[in-house]
């Protein structure tokens, strides 16, 4: 009985860490920076919401505020695929938009591929 719930237990530990590392579930932008003068920008909580569902590849956009940088994709419910290529994995939305996906933990980093382009940071 012993054993069983310590496997119980670790299944479960597992389970945490595989979703802390996947980019299933809603993140908000925190921040966007880049371009060839560099700029910065910071976003309130919940005013860009990004929701993946790896279940059906659908990508949900909801945001309270216009669109002024690469990542504001309107609102609505896009298909998405992630695609591995070498150590670089490439995120396509609506099989037109391709970002690199430069981390998945606690923060989402997203860049947008262009070589002065701009870098999307998300949390949970």
């Known amino acids: 009985i012993v054993g069983i719930g310590f496997l119980t237990s670790c299944g479960n530990d597992f389970d945490d860490l595989s979703k802390e590392k996947s980019i299933n579930g809603t993140w908000n932008l925190k921040n966007v920076q880049g371009g060839m003068t560099f700029r910065s920008f910071d976003y309130p909580r919940g005013d860009v919401k990004w929701t993946f569902n790896l279940t059906d590849s659908t990508l949900t956009v909801q945001k309270k505020i216009g669109n002024d940088n690469a990542f504001m994709l309107d609102n609505g419910s896009y298909d998405f695929n992630i695609e591995q290529n070498g150590e670089t994995q490439f995120l396509f939305v609506d099989g037109y938009y391709r970002?690199?996906?430069?981390?998945?933990?606690?923060?989402?980093?997203?860049n947008d591929g262009n070589e002065d382009g701009f870098t999307a940071k998300f949390i949970r």
């Open 99 to 110: 970002m690199e996906i430069l981390s998945v933990d606690n923060n989402l980093m997203i």
